[in-house]
């Protein structure tokens, strides 16, 4: 029974509630939450990450390295899912009237432990495009200010500033973000290097989806702050993925996703910001049942799947029966194993800054010379069964490699082996 937690025979209890042995159909016998290792070969033990393997149903038709875009929540969030949503539905507007606000509540409650952060400081919304335009488009603009994005910032978030830009006059400036940079003082130079006067917000992406590279928030908060400058934090692949606080980024506002790292149900985030921003900005959709001052006027969405906020907290536990730190360097164990591989390798250029410990995360991507992006993914897929994405951006060109905690890492090693196949011939 080595490194095994036993939770009870037949049922596992998980975020308040209790779920039947039947409601995980793909196991045999008493389902079981692996108990973390704590040595340091933990990121190694395979032993261990059979048992977490367990937790997920994967696609039998190919390699999935593509977890970037969502994470699949584990089988017990599912059953959790399930479970509140046939409760929600039998009882009907009785559960809206008289339950949903103490579930939103809750949620909130059991995010801000998580987060380390305080509950009046965070909304839950719907993922970090809908926390990071509600800041953009509420932003109390006057014509004329300006504003420093990322050149790797995610689409939503620069089509949001543009339509600031046509909007409201502000100034849009674009940092060119290195791709292995040499120290920290480089990218909060390439950001603080475009401010002015007239600078009132700096959004930076933590960690970026197009290479996996993560940038130095706390540092680009600084500096910014010592000018007046605000800072907005795009945090949709850090939360979860990278040991980090809210309060480490020194930043003024945080959006993120919920159904990535964290594995939770489809279509749930949050946008934190610093108590003192929240009587300025204005919400996306109106809102009369909460003061200016109250973080609550951003949740205003209409009628919404209570049942995707109420598996947070099996979420968060199956995440924190892995701790965030030993998810993070088994995802990046996995990276490094396939980047070092082919890093050297003729033809083959890794995006990333891969053997950069503070840089790195999950994501890399990867070129071959006279490949398009979009024909390395579909011969990967055609010839090896490996799923991935091809990245066609201005500035990075390859295919993004994705593995999760039920990767193998057969399978990333037979990545390599299919990149070094494909840039011989
Ligand atoms: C850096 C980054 N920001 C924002 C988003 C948008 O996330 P969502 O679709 O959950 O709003 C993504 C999605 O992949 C992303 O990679």
Request: proline share 5%.
């Amino acid at each position: 029974m080595k490194r095994r937690g036993f939770l009870g025979k037949g049922a596992l209890a998980l975020g308040g509630i209790v779920l039947p042995q039947k409601l995980f159909s793909n196991h045999h016998g008493p389902f079981v939450l692996p108990t973390s290792p704590t040595d340091e070969d933990a990121v190694k033990d395979e032993a261990y990450w059979s048992s977490i393997r367990l937790l997920y149903e994967q696609p039998k038709d190919y390699i999935n390295l593509e977890n970037g875009y969502f994470s699949p929540m584990a089988l017990p969030v599912i059953a959790a899912h399930q479970q509140f949503e046939n409760h929600i539905n039998k009882r009907t507007s009785w559960f809206m009237r008289k339950n949903q606000e103490d579930a939103i509540v809750e949620a909130r409650k059991v995010l801000a432990q998580f987060l380390k952060c305080k509950t009046d400081e965070l909304a839950l919304t719907r993922n970090t495009t809908e926390s990071l335009n509600t800041l953009i488009a509420g932003f109390p603009w006057k014509a004329g200010d300006e504003v420093v994005i990322g050149n790797q910032d995610y689409g939503s978030m620069v089509a949001a500033f543009q339509q600031a830009e046509k909007r409201h006059g502000i100034v849009v400036r674009v940092a060119n973000v290195p791709i292995h940079p040499r120290s920290d003082e480089e990218i909060v130079d390439a950001y603080m290097g475009l401010t002015n006067s007239k600078t009132r917000l700096l959004h930076v992406t933590h960690l970026i989806n197009l290479t996996g590279q993560l940038l130095p928030v706390a540092a680009i908060s600084n500096a910014a702050h010592e000018k007046g400058i605000l800072v907005a934090v795009d945090a949709a692949h850090s939360v979860a993925q990278i040991n980090f606080t809210i309060e480490e980024l020194g930043a003024d506002f945080v959006g993120a996703s919920l159904h990535k790292w964290m594995g939770n149900a489809l279509g749930t985030g949050f946008l934190w910001m610093k108590n003192q921003h929240i009587p300025s900005i204005w919400p996306l959709m109106a809102d009369s049942d909460h003061e200016a001052t109250d973080i609550r006027k951003f949740e205003h969405q209409g009628t919404r799947p209570i049942q995707s906020l109420q598996t947070l907290k099996a979420a968060i536990q199956i995440h924190e029966s892995i701790g965030t730190e030993l998810k993070q360097n088994r995802l990046k164990y996995l990276m490094q194993l396939w980047c070092k591989e082919v890093a050297e390798f003729p033809g083959i250029t890794v995006l990333t800054p891969w053997n950069n410990a503070n840089r790195n995360s999950a994501i890399a991507t990867v070129s071959v010379t006279t490949y398009r992006p979009v024909d390395l993914a579909n011969k990967l897929l055609k010839d090896y069964n490996i799923f991935t994405v091809a990245i066609d951006h201005p500035v990075i060109k390859g295919v993004r490699v994705t593995p999760h905690l039920f990767t193998k890492p057969e399978d990333v090693l037979l990545l390599a082996k299919a990149l070094q196949e494909i840039a011989k011939y």
